[in-house]
């Protein structure tokens, strides 16, 4: 990444760089280009993106992708801006032809789910577990597929390909899943499968191996005496109050709480 940025938070998902970055108020970079292709979604702020044949203004909710080595200038708003950013190497593009693709070009689109996808990506950086790394490559591939032509997502019922994906992680939810594994299993596009999964199922891939992981310890809340600090150990997560938070959200109460409940 550029100079003027601060607050870089960045993580390798086998070839995708992910970030969290801001840039400077005002900052202005002039004419430039990167050696990775990107997938940009605004969280806050602004900024002006110049390229040789257009000039594009992104604004919270946007998304914005380029190709490797485009040239362009950028002009920051007065607020700063908040990002997060996918990037593809040169050097990678072979082992993920997929994200090529959809890299290949400029374009700006809005979508109502693109920032909420983003902003969740934020909460993993801020509080990561077991199951942050696969929620970070799901939300990733759902973003670049918006770049994809919808298909079949006005399906009702979920194809046998995604049930057998979902039924696969819920039987092994120990194992390290990757949606990119899970969709070549399918015979899906990553992104494709990522946007399918989330329709039938009402969250990322990652968000449901950690939902499985918490019912696995709700389960042994209500038959073992086992501690609470060991639960939270096995069930992946980073600390005992990440555990306890993650808890609540999906049960309504903490895990003590729980197990005094249903005991």
């Given at each position: 990444?550029?100079?003027?940025?601060?607050?870089?938070?960045?993580?390798?998902l086998?070839?995708?760089?992910?970030?969290e970055?801001?840039f400077?108020?005002?900052?202005?970079?002039?004419?430039?280009?990167?050696?990775?292709?990107?997938?940009?979604?605004?969280?806050?702020?602004?900024l002006?993106?110049?390229?040789?044949?257009?000039?594009?203004?992104?604004?919270?909710?946007?998304?914005?992708?380029?190709p490797?080595?485009?040239?362009?200038?950028?002009?920051?708003s007065?607020?700063?801006?908040?990002?997060?950013?996918?990037?593809?190497?040169?050097?990678?593009?072979?082992?993920?032809?997929?994200?090529?693709?959809?890299?290949?070009?400029?374009?700006?689109?809005?979508?109502?789910?693109?920032?909420?996808?983003a902003?969740?990506?934020?909460?993993?950086?801020?509080?990561?577990?077991?199951?942050?790394?696969?929620?970070?490559?799901?939300?990733?591939?759902?973003?670049?597929?918006?770049?994809?032509?919808?298909?079949?997502?006005?399906?009702?019922?979920?194809?046998?390909?995604?049930?057998?994906?979902?039924?696969?992680?819920?039987?092994?939810?120990?194992?390290?899943?990757?949606?990119?594994?899970?969709?070549?299993?399918?015979?899906?596009?990553p992104?494709?499968?990522?946007?399918?999964?989330?329709?039938?199922?009402?969250?990322?891939?990652?968000?449901?191996?950690?939902?499985?992981?918490?019912?696995?310890?709700?389960?042994?809340?209500?038959t073992?005496?086992r501690?609470?600090?060991?639960?939270?150990h096995?069930?992946?997560?980073?600390?005992?109050?990440?555990?306890?938070?993650?808890?609540?959200?999906?049960?309504?109460?903490?895990?003590?709480?729980?197990?005094?409940?249903?005991?």
């Amino acid at each position: 990444m550029l100079a003027g940025n601060a607050g870089l938070r960045q993580v390798d998902l086998r070839g995708l760089l992910v970030s969290e970055v801001r840039f400077n108020p005002g900052l202005y970079l002039p004419s430039h280009y990167h050696d990775t292709a990107c997938l940009t979604v605004m969280l806050a702020g602004g900024l002006r993106e110049r390229f040789p044949r257009q000039t594009l203004d992104c604004v919270p909710g946007w998304v914005l992708a380029k190709p490797w080595q485009e040239r362009h200038d950028d002009l920051f708003s007065r607020e700063g801006c908040r990002e997060i950013v996918i990037e593809l190497p040169a050097e990678r593009a072979g082992d993920l032809p997929e994200a090529a693709s959809l890299l290949s070009r400029v374009s700006l689109l809005r979508d109502n789910g693109a920032r909420a996808l983003a902003t969740r990506m934020t909460r993993e950086f801020a509080r990561p577990d077991g199951a942050s790394r696969l929620v970070l490559e799901s939300c990733a591939l759902e973003l670049m597929a918006l770049l994809l032509p919808e298909r079949g997502m006005g399906e009702r019922n979920a194809p046998a390909w995604l049930a057998a994906s979902r039924d696969r992680m819920r039987d092994d939810p120990w194992a390290e899943h990757s949606t990119r594994d899970l969709a070549d299993a399918a015979g899906v596009h990553p992104g494709y499968f990522a946007r399918r999964f989330r329709k039938h199922y009402g969250r990322s891939v990652g968000a449901y191996l950690r939902h499985t992981r918490l019912e696995w310890a709700a389960t042994q809340l209500r038959t073992t005496r086992r501690p609470l600090s060991e639960l939270a150990h096995l069930a992946r997560f980073a600390d005992h109050s990440h555990f306890t938070r993650e808890f609540k959200r999906q049960f309504g109460v903490p895990p003590r709480v729980y197990r005094e409940r249903y005991s």
